[in-house]
Antibody, heavy 120, light 109 residues
Framework: VQLVESGGGVVQPGGSLRLSCAASGFTFSTYAIHWVRQAPGKGLEWVAVISYDGYNTYYADSVKGRFTISRDNSKSTVFLQMNTLRSEDTGVYYC??????????????WGQGTMVTVSS | EIVLTQSPGTLSLSPGERATLSCRASQSVSNSYLAWYQQKPGQAPRLLIYGATRRATGIPDRFSGSGSGTDFTLTISRLEPEDFAVYYCQQYGSSPLYTFGQGTKLEIK
C-alpha cells in the first residue's frame, strides 16, 4: 500500500490550492479515503472523507463549504480542493485509509504528507 | 461530537520503565472504536492499536490497549529508545466524524 500526496505550497489568504493523493498497492475503488491535517507543532485534525464510489463525502466543520474532496477511480487518485484559504489552514496534509472498505475503521495506512502554507 | 482528552500531556520516563497513557471520551465510544497512533518528528502517524485492544500489523507486543465506554489506556510494558514519541488516541465510532485527542508526549527522563 502506498499513498503519495502532492500539490502543497505557499498561497495567500483567500487563495486556492488543490492537493492530490495517488494510491497504489490495493484495489483503490473499494476504499474510502480520508484527509487529515496537522498545524505546525499541533495535533491531528480529521478534515474530510470520501466513500469508495465518490457518492458520499463528509467534512469537518472547520472546512465545510470551503474544501471539496473528490476522486478519480480510473487514476487511483483522491483530490482535496481548498478554497478561501485562511492562515489556520496552514499545516501538513495527509491522506489515509483503513484496512476495510467502510467508515468505521481506524487509519491503517498514511501518506508522507504535503505542506500547505497560507501566508501573505 | 465526541471530545477526547488525553493525560498526561507529557510523560517523562526512562528506557525499560512502563508507560501508561490515558484517553477519556466525553461520551461513550461505540463498539470500542478507539485507536492509538504513534508519531515521531517529521513522520506520518503510525497506527498501533485499533478496536481499543487489537495491535496493528507489525506492532510489538510490548504495546497493549485496554478500556471501553469512555476510558481507554495505552500501555507500553518496557520502554525502548525508539518508543519516545507523541501518542494520539482517536475515535472512529461516531463516523463519519472522527476525532483525535490532543496527544501525549513521551519523553526520555
Amino acid at each position: 500500500v502506498q499513498l503519495v500526496e502532492s500539490g502543497g505550497g505557499v498561497v495567500q489568504p483567500g487563495g486556492s490550492l488543490r492537493l492530490s493523493c495517488a494510491a497504489s498497492g490495493f484495489t483503490f475503488s473499494t476504499y474510502a479515503i480520508h484527509w487529515v491535517r496537522q498545524a505546525p507543532g499541533k495535533g491531528l485534525e480529521w478534515v474530510a472523507v470520501i466513500s469508495y464510489d465518490g457518492y458520499n463525502t463528509y467534512y469537518a466543520d472547520s472546512v465545510k463549504g470551503r474544501f471539496t474532496i473528490s476522486r478519480d477511480n480510473s487514476k487511483s487518485t483522491v483530490f482535496l480542493q481548498m478554497n478561501t484559504l485562511r492562515s489556520e489552514d496552514t499545516g501538513v496534509y495527509y491522506c489515509a485509509k483503513g484496512s476495510s472498505g467502510n467508515y468505521f475503521d481506524a487509519f491503517h495506512f498514511w501518506g508522507q504528507g504535503t505542506m500547505v502554507t497560507v501566508s501573505s | 461530537e465526541i471530545v477526547l482528552t488525553q493525560s498526561p500531556g507529557t510523560l517523562s520516563l526512562s528506557p525499560g520503565e512502563r508507560a501508561t497513557l490515558s484517553c477519556r471520551a466525553s461520551q461513550s465510544v461505540s463498539n470500542s472504536y478507539l485507536a492509538w497512533y504513534q508519531q515521531k518528528p517529521g513522520q506520518a502517524p503510525r497506527l498501533l492499536i485499533y478496536g481499543a485492544t487489537r495491535r496493528a500489523t507489525g506492532i510489538p507486543d510490548r504495546f497493549s490497549g485496554s478500556g471501553s465506554g469512555t476510558d481507554f489506556t495505552l500501555t507500553i510494558s518496557r520502554l525502548e529508545p525508539e518508543d519516545f514519541a507523541v501518542y494520539y488516541c482517536q475515535q472512529y465510532g461516531s463516523s463519519p466524524l472522527y476525532t483525535f485527542g490532543q496527544g501525549t508526549k513521551l519523553e526520555i527522563k
